[in-house]
């Protein structure tokens, strides 16, 4: 059976992949003297990078989270317009965001830890869950709103603790329910505990559920269907030969869309008062 992602799309993305990892290391190596600020991402399968997974071309491309594309957007030409959160001229993304995990069982875990312990002053910290905290029937990452609050509230006042700055992220869209034309929220009240949390705690918020439902819609639920998430048709993808119908998870094109509208938001944002290195001392 042939399948459109041949072995030159494999090669190509292996080079691809080859130089922004070198890329990275040699920023890092290269410049020992010099500071990077790290963006930390942590959240579900839609932030997950999904190319640090073994045999990913043929078992899981193209599936893509939009963390997994977000380094592309640190250029440094970029982080010009960003000052308000990053004085550096050095990003390193490190998307540690994980399929299936809630804001508990992220923590839990032991993932939340691993993180704290290597934050530096002046890193971000994107904070985006929601899509798994409301699944009722799984025990494992259920969280009540009032859980879910209370370690948005952890992660935001530890990373305080370490000098770094909590960015908060409302769960990007599913691709339903649709009502005359336009998409509608589908994570019930926990977009708006987050925002309340971050309203309490005074700490920059990024809209993504309003600004995503915003944008499939401007593109229609046809389009949006095909082009950003993951239904495709069968014998195209080598990880799919059935094909698949996802409305949770995103193409690349899905995924740049995603990353592009969090790097819009942030070019407005500011450090909050609470963030000011003179608040942290």
Known sequence: MKYRVTKTIRILFSIVMTVIISGCMNSQ??????????????GDSTVADYSLEDDYMSKRYP?????????????SDSLKQIRGLIKKDSVLVDDRAKGGRSTRSFFEEGRWSEIYN??????LVLIQFGHNDA?????????????????LRLYVNQSRQKGAVPILITPVARNYPWEEG????THGDYPEAMRQVAKEL???LID????SMDFFSSKGQEYSTHTFFMNIDSCVYEAYPEGLKDNTHFQPAGAYAMAALVFKSMKGQELSLADQPQRRK
């Open 29 to 42: 190596s290269g410049e020992s003297d010099k500071k990077i600020t790290k963006v930390w991402l942590i």
């Open 63 to 75: 599936m893509t989270g939009w963390g997994q594309v977000f380094q592309s957007f640190m250029a």
């Open 118 to 123: 290597l934050l530096k002053p002046g890193d």
């Open 135 to 151: 699944s009722v029937a799984k025990g494992e990452r259920y969280t009540s709103v009032t859980g879910y609050k209370e370690f």
């Open 182 to 185: 336009r998409l509608k929220n």
């Open 202 to 204: 005074e700490v920059c």
């Open 208 to 211: 993504l559920g309003e600004m």
